[in-house]
Nanobody, 121 residues
Framework: QVQLVESGGGLVQPGGSLRLSCAAS????????MGWYRQAPGKQRELVAS???????NYAESVKGRFTISRDNAKNRVYLQMNSLKPEDTAVYYC???????????????WGQGTQVTVSS
């Protein structure tokens, strides 16, 4: 009933930029924390950035100063602006959201299917 759909991934040269977008849709009452994770082949999935409904953003040390997470609460969307991209940023990026569905009794954790980001010359 609820789904997260990512977009904006692609191939970019080192030093370039990409903007990822994720939209949560369905019978949603409230979206709490949203975030972006990434996973490279052979590595564990790691948190890139997260943002609460209202509050302070969090970033992995490896992306601080280069990435910016933001959200549009009215549209249940979260964005990740990625600047000064490096080859080590190459990974599948996944959108994550903690949310309550309409009529639900608790929050649930949802994941998108992922979008590929490749940084290469």
């Amino acid at each position: 009933q609820v789904q997260l759909v990512e977009s904006g991934g692609g191939l970019v040269q080192p030093g370039g930029s990409l903007r990822l977008s994720c939209a949560a849709s369905g019978s949603i009452f409230r979206v709490n924390t949203m975030g972006w994770y990434r996973q490279a082949p052979g590595k564990q999935r790691e948190l890139v950035a997260s943002i609460p409904h209202e509050g302070i953003t969090n970033y992995a040390e490896s992306v601080k100063g280069r990435f910016t997470i933001s959200r549009d609460n009215a549209k249940n969307r979260v964005y990740l602006q990625m600047n000064s991209l490096k080859p080590e940023d190459t990974a599948v990026y996944y959108c994550n959201a903690d949310l309550w569905v309409l009529g639900g009794a608790r929050w649930y954790d949802y994941w998108g299917q992922g979008t590929q980001v490749t940084v290469s010359s």
